[in-house]
């Protein structure tokens, strides 16, 4: 969970520059707004407006790259595989796929691992099932 906290060291500086790009919208428009509309002027606003788009997508795809799951759901993605029938060569191959030749999952599991440990061996101190 504590990696899951920690955030992308691009996204504050992508929020930032945002904000920044959002501040130079708002002055060109008032800038518009008093009459001073030049070819230049317009050029800016079309520049931070493109600017303000592209910020706003990287946002995005920093925000996509490190989505938090809740323990619940890792939980259930981790018990369906109790389920497989291991003599299933098919059922066999996912497992396989889905732990070792798919590397964003194999991170997952690794990162969350240490964390369900902890919470199975606080269990079985505390006499819980």
């Keep these: 969970m504590e990696l899951q906290n920690q955030e992308s060291t691009d996204l504050p500086i992508y929020e930032k520059q945002l904000k920044e790009t959002e501040v130079g919208i708002t002055n ?4 518009i ?6 070819s230049s002027t317009k050029g800016r606003l079309e520049a931070l ?8 997508a990287r946002i995005a795809e920093e925000r996509l790259a490190k989505p938090k799951m809740k ?3 890792v939980r259930f ?4 595989f109790r389920k497989l029938d291991m003599t299933q060569p098919e059922q066999r ?3 396989v796929d889905t732990f070792i030749n798919a590397p964003s999952i194999s991170t997952m599991i690794r990162c969350l691992l240490p964390l369900t440990i902890r919470k ?3 269990r079985s101190l505390s006499g819980k099932p």
């Design 28 to 31: 060109m428009l008032n800038a």
């Design 33 to 38: 707004q008093m009459g001073i509309l030049t």
């Design 49 to 56: 407006e493109e600017q303000r788009k592209e910020l706003q």
């Design 71 to 73: 323990e619940e759901f």
């Design 77 to 80: 993605w981790l018990l369906r």
């Design 93 to 95: 191959q996912a497992l």
């Design 120 to 122: 199975v061996q606080k």
